[in-house]
């Protein structure tokens, strides 16, 4: 590897805490070099963010780094794949970073640390097979969608860079190879912690959970039971976090342990979604045959995987194994309440309701019951109630949905905020936009099959800023055209 000064004036100031864990938890190995790197996307308000200079970035040394040909000043010692576990589809399994590395963590100019990872890089000892490479379409897919999920204020990790790699990676046909450089908290996961229970010593577990405390919950050093504030602050971010994803309708899609962050990040944007008609059964992932991350799942699964964090956990909580399941048991039973809290506070927001009353649940419930019932759209739905526009559909031509928002309406009068400042609370709690399925679709077929970035471009820029509702969105608002054929996502590995 060789030094420019290009890279040098990049601003990259890389750390590499992970890397001084015990080596249980890691392979340390370089990238494996492209043939023809090529920057696709590149993110210039993220960069500027991390303290890059992203202009030094857009060239052929940037594309270099993207692509694993080149690290960055720094990192040459430290790339790392991280081991884990997980229970995919409710199967336990040894995994680890079967396509990706850990470039190291860079430390902003505020002094946040954030992951540097690059994923699609090749070959890694937790492979198990594969190619160790990504494919265009899903890189460039995960670049939207996370930069959607950003601009909707929730947490995620994000998109730094796309990279063509000039090769073709074989799935079921050729495909264009590419390399995403994913940018996160951390890639700590449920699944980490399970590999710990199941690989590591005892005190090798604690020095795990030592490590995610100082990360991401540095006020824990005081308190008398360190590891179960860890278990109660990941359910807490855990329960805020899926419920945003609700409040917006957006569906995972592959809610395995190993793809829950510790940080509370949204994490592994595979067969991800957004539902357009309100079904709380609704599936996109073409494996998940079962429904079992269907959208109305989501919660249940959260706490299901929180609970195996737990099991995780036990060695730390109490010496006595009944005490400590006693004290876990007790955490995870506040995740239901934690997620009703938040997702309920949300919808609140979302009809223009400053204060609580206790009829609001049913409020709730009958509107989203309706909405199923006239197979509504679920985010047109709410921005047809922010906007006090009438939908030419049978959800408002309906007797039932009239003495609805009659119902609404009283009980917005009995609030002491204005009506404008209820509306002006629903324009900032429902977008107008979100990455619909036949748009995303869209652009990644132009930018694959005749690489035209124009329309991924423009549907970034639809997406930036979700909730301003201005005419030029209209165009992103509709949902797609009826079709005998239900959408169907894959993990695109």
Known sequence: MTENKTIRKAGWNLDNSYAEL??????????TPVRSPRLVLFNHSLAEALGLDGQALQNAEGAAIFAGNQLPEGAWAFPIAQAYAGHQFG?????????????????????????????????????????????LGPMLREYIISEAMHALGIPTTRSLAVTGTGETILRETELPGAILTRVAASHLRVGTFQYAANRGTREELRTLADYTLRRHFPDAADEDNRYLLLLREVIRRQAALIAKWQLVGFIHGVMNTDNMALSGETIDYGPCAFMDVYNPGTV???????????????????????ARFAEALLPLLHDEQKEAIRLAEDEIANFHELFEQQWLSGMRAKLGLFNEEEQDQSLVDDLLRLMEQHQADYTNTFVALTLDRQEDDALFASSEFTRWHERWQERRGRQHESLESSQELMRSSNPAVIARNHRVEEALEAAV??????VLQRLLAALANPFKHSPEQAEYCQPPAPSSRPYRTFCGT
Not at 22 to 31: D, K, N, T, V
């Open 91 to 135: 199967h336990f399994t040894m995994l680890g970073d079967g396509r990706a590395l850990l470039l190291g963590e860079q430390l902003t100019p505020n002094g946040e640390r954030y992951d540097i990872q690059l994923k699609g890089a090749g070959r890694t000892p937790y492979s198990r097979g594969g190619d160790g490479r990504a494919a």
């Open 22 to 31: 015990p080596e249980l938890f890691y392979s340390r190995l370089q990238p």
């Open 449 to 454: 099959q005749r690489d035209d970035l124009s």
């Open 284 to 306: 996109f992932s073409s494996i998940d045959v079962q429904g079992r991350y269907a959208y109305g799942n989501q919660p249940h699964i959260g706490a299901w995987n929180l």
